[in-house]
């Protein structure tokens, strides 16, 4: 539908499914943005260096008997070899290297060939070589990125892991091969980070360590580069306004369920600035961006909706720490973020969370209704009201000062559309709101007039923003700390 019209709450509230269905089979739009993600330049994959641990199959022992050593055979690791080829395959941007197995290869040796590697996955096979001293000399993994993968049956080994646990690196003692699939999709974060350009338009807003560059190079290998507005501004007056009528056409328009306030024009205004934004981007090789300038004419709602669904990071207000969580969730599980302005409702044991900047293209290719409306304390520019999916899984996140993650997990429970609120909202649930709401924060950022340097947060935003993504994602989240070094805090219940 590409005309505009006027949808009241209560239709656009009842035409959710239906149109749910309809969104999801747009098959040809998905292949539009997976070309146009295409445009930006792509990052290296990830390269991991597989090591098998222990002896494997039958030996002669010094009494010249043949011994069997436990469960794994040759075959076994051909199996691993070939589910870890599929997993390359279906991850796409990991490559992995090596394959010796210690004994007889030799530790030095394998230490040398796999120093250029991002990350080592260790697979155990038998508990003989697995003990303490083997573990010592095997910490060469571990200077990096790694991961553990013991299969329960594999020896004794596994009771020495624990000298291991304030080191980065994820411990997996299971049968199941399928926890390979997240733990290695982890393991590829650190190296895409080091690979990641963030553009802060006017400068980033946050915690103090996220503001700066040198520490985000430091801590997560990104590098944060400053550009005025007005270069955007610029770039948009060059925009030939065919294309950005076009996109907005195309991608906005003529999907949406309704448009209730804005204009033609001013849809149009706001796909010229993406389409600014996405050049400048694409010049500068960034992968996120956040804007302390998203409130000037045009708004930046939409662009940073966009950017989103097509998988990198945008963010209003300058919250650089809502850029990095959301690149990291990108990188790790592949789930869009939204950033909102969350409250606390204790009668329903409930948190509410609204923004104007949701995504509409979910992880599954599918986009959810949305209306194009205007920004709701502004009363101007274009803005989203989405519908977000009742009975879905979510987690709340954000990683502040660099090295805390917060976190609260919930379900959805229903969509609104008060006019109090900005115009995207859903309440989720939570595990004890009470103590949410006087715990927001967790410790990690403090409220004014609290104990502590107050003159690290620029603001009120390091304390208020949140970013939302579908799906339960506490266990990764936790693992990817073990890896990248922060700590997690799930602020609706007591530590």
Same mark, same amino acid.
């Given at each position: ?64 008997? &043949? ?14 070899? /070939? ?8 991850? %796409?941007?990991?490559?992995?290297? %090596? ?66 646990? /304030? ?17 290695? &999709? ?40 400053? =550009?005025?507005?007005?270069? =955007? ?48 981007? =694409? ?8 804007? +302390? ?64 900047? &949701? ?41 502040? /000062? ?7 997990? %919930? ?27 006087? /715990? ?6 403090? +409220?004014?007039? &609290? ?19 579908? %799906? ?24």
């Amino acid at each position: 539908m590409n005309s505009f019209f006027k949808l009241n709450r209560r239709m656009f509230l009842g035409a959710g499914t239906a149109a749910g269905i309809t969104l999801a089979g747009q098959t040809t739009g998905r292949a539009a943005e997976t070309a146009e993600r295409d445009e930006w330049p792509k990052l290296r994959p990830a390269t991991i260096y597989k090591l098998y641990v222990g002896r494997s199959g039958a030996i002669t022992n010094a009494a010249g008997r &043949s011994v069997q050593y436990l469960t794994w055979g040759k075959d076994e690791v051909v199996k691993m070899d /070939n589910y870890l080829r599929d997993l390359e395959k279906k991850l %796409g941007d990991v490559t992995f290297t %090596g394959g010796e197995t210690i004994p007889p290869a030799d530790v030095a040796q394998v230490a040398a060939r796999a120093a250029s590697a991002d990350g080592v996955l260790l697979i155990w096979l038998s508990g003989h070589g697995g003990d303490y001293a083997t573990l010592e000399k095997l910490s060469f993994g571990l200077d990096k990125p790694a991961v553990s993968f013991f299969q329960p049956f594999s020896g004794h080994g596994w009771m020495w892991h624990q000298q291991w646990k /304030n080191r980065k690196v994820v411990l997996l003692s299971t049968t199941d091969w399928r926890e390979l699939d997240e733990a290695v &999709s982890l393991l590829r974060v650190p190296a895409l980070m080091k690979q990641t350009r963030i553009l802060a338009v006017n400068g980033p807003r946050g915690t103090k360590a996220a503001c700066s560059a040198e520490e985000v190079k430091r801590k997560l290998g990104a590098d944060l580069v400053t =550009i005025p507005n007005e270069q =955007i501004l610029e770039m948009a007056r060059s925009i030939d306004p065919a294309a950005a009528e076009a996109e907005a056409e195309q991608y906005w328009i003529k999907p949406a369920i309704g448009i209730l306030e804005p204009t033609r024009q001013e849809i149009i205004d706001s796909a010229r600035y993406y389409l600014a934004v996405k050049q400048l981007m =694409i010049r500068e090789k960034a992968q996120g961006i956040c804007s +302390a300038a998203c409130m000037g004419n045009p708004r930046a709602c939409l662009t940073f909706s966009k950017l989103n669904d097509l998988g990198f990071a945008g963010a209003c207000e300058g919250d650089i720490d809502s850029t990095l969580t959301m690149l990291l969730f990108a990188y790790a599980f592949r789930a869009p973020g939204f950033i909102t302005d969350p409250v606390v409702d204790e009668s329903k044991n409930a948190l509410v969370q609204f923004h104007c900047t &949701s995504f509409t293209r979910r992880a599954d290719g599918s986009r959810m209704p949305f209306l194009i409306r205007n920004q709701t304390d502004s009363g101007g520019g274009v803005a989203l009201q989405v519908q977000w999916q009742v009975g879905e899984p979510v987690t709340m996140a954000k990683l502040v /000062n660099l090295d805390t993650m917060l976190a609260v997990p %919930g379900k959805i429970t229903e969509t609104g559309a008060s006019p109090l609120a900005c115009r995207t909202q859903f309440t989720q649930t939570v595990r004890d709101a009470r103590h949410l709401f006087l /715990n927001w924060g967790g410790g990690a950022i403090v +409220a004014p007039g &609290s104990p502590g340097d107050l003159s690290q947060y620029a603001g009120a935003m390091p304390m208020l923003h949140r970013a939302v993504f579908y %799906g339960d994602h506490m266990r990764g989240m936790k693992r990817l700390g073990d890896l990248m070094g922060y700590k997690v805090i799930e602020e609706d219940i007591a530590s």
